[in-house]
């Protein structure tokens, strides 16, 4: 990647980057927030952890490469959610999902 | 200004997020040494841009032959979902200065926006110290990143196991929300609609999509059931039973006391 691409890009995908960051927030910013939107934005929080795991882990075409190259993510979410439930700790979720995962991958 | 004990708070909840930045942070420098970028332009990526998402679709698409015009697309339509945190953020910054809005806002991810999302929920938190996790974190991805690429060659970390981290961790963000009817429906509809947006080839915004839909079905199903409410009011209030509880939620949701703290 030549140093023009470079700065065509990052200054491209920076300014989107930014203006998605931050518009939206000083577009509701300093005003009284309706009751109606207020219940919406309380939606996202749980809507959008739901939209990355499931970007992370389903696809549609996951079980083409064979099953267990699927299956095993999802086999290790299993356990990240006992610990996750037992524990509320983000460290030992991803701990014992990347363990989780690398065990069920030498299988 | 800031206080120290609000250092400590940022710091402490931001280990999970710099661990997790360092294990996808170094193979992500890799990737992007193995274009031909160097430690400084990988430094100034992470530093301007800092999207884990963009910066491992910007490398891989290029070693892919796209050309320039669709990288730039498909990255920006991936970093839309962005749109989605600023808002649920809109009720925290209030009442907080426009500069410290404006930083805090430009350097949220989706790791941040999680970690910062529950610690409003559970109180004992504020913009400044969100502010700081902000930034603790990008600090471990900017590292991870140029230390990535200056070492590209000598180490190889299994990026597949190691992103797996960051998959921990959303998945521990959504068990431990609060299970409301209304959430819950939230959460089914999100992820189906994630997997309707792939099997239609719309993998870029699927996350935005997917949440859009989890969001509005959710409100629909919350308003319905507030107006099927025997009470007669028709404005429900939401301080009442069961599913209703989650409309309290823009409530609970930040009202940034630590703020108003001299």
Known sequence: ?107 | MVERSHIKDSFQAAIPIMLGYVAIGIPCGILCAAVGLNALQVFLFSALFYSGAGQFMIPNMYLSGSPLASILASVSLVNTRQMLYAASFAPACQNISKPLAFFFAATVTDESFGVSTRKFEEGDWSVDRALMLNLFSQSSWTISNVIGALVSGLIDIPLQIAAFAMTSIFICLLVTQKMTDANVVAIVCAMLGVFACKSFGLSGPAILIGALIGVAVAFAYASIKAKGRPSGGGEALPSDQDGMRTSGKGETHPSNEGEVRP
């Open chain 1, 1 to 107: 990647m030549s140093w023009e691409e470079f700065w065509i890009t990052l200054i491209v995908c920076g300014l989107t980057m930014l203006a998605c960051r931050v518009l939206p927030l000083f577009l509701l910013k300093g005003k009284d927030l309706p009751e109606n939107l207020n219940r919406a934005l309380g939606f996202i929080p749980p809507a959008a952890f739901a939209a990355l795991v499931a970007n992370d882990l389903l696809a549609p075409d996951m079980f083409a490469g064979g099953f267990w190259p699927a299956a095993a993510p999802l086999a290790a979410t299993i356990c990240v959610v006992v610990v996750a439930l037992k524990t509320r700790s983000l460290l030992w979720s991803a701990v014992t999902g990347v363990a989780a995962y690398a065990l069920l991958l030498l299988i």
